[in-house]
């Protein structure tokens, strides 16, 4: 009879396969949660994303006129508006300084969040808009300049006859 050696041996033993799949089994769990933290940080940039553009979608209608400058929400927008469940609400105030407010400047702030409390916003917005009011005192101004600076150049050619 041949009786081999055992350090001669070509195979693995137990241990080594045991070990072997062990090692095996926790590498394969930390990728699987790599991957699901890789998808939910894609998911979460993707929200962020949508989130920005349904508030600057606010605001471009406030720049144009669609909208008015005045607070308003949370209302949740509609299929039509948005890709998904979102609330928005719009708060409009005066720009405040260290020696009092600017009439002459509203500060709106667009928050855009998947419930309606508002708790952690997805994304918070802030742009500043010349005040309505400003703008009619501006009109009326320029109006009344142009109308005194067309009297009084009807005056000098009414002397010069």
Request: glycine share 2%; aromatic share 6%.
């Amino acid at each position: 009879m041949h009786q081999r050696s055992p350090s001669t041996s070509n195979g693995f033993t137990l241990i080594e396969v045991i070990l072997a799949l062990a090692i095996l089994a926790i590498s394969l769990t930390m990728i699987s949660k790599l991957v699901e933290t890789s998808f939910d940080n894609a998911n979460n940039a993707s929200d962020r994303l949508e989130a920005r553009m349904v508030a600057q979608s606010i605001i471009d209608q406030i720049k144009c006129g669609a909208l008015e400058p005045e607070n308003l929400g949370p209302i949740q927008l509609n299929a039509d508006e948005a890709l998904a469940a979102w609330y928005t609400q719009v708060v409009v105030e005066p720009v405040n300084t260290d020696a009092g407010s600017i009439d002459m400047l509203l500060q709106v702030r667009v928050y855009v969040s998947r419930d309606a409390d508002f708790n952690q916003p997805a994304c918070e917005l802030v742009r500043w808009f010349q005040s309505p009011a400003f703008k009619e005192e501006l009109a009326l101004m320029e109006s009344a300049a142009a109308t005194s600076a067309s009297s009084s150049s009807t005056s000098t050619e009414t002397e010069e006859e």
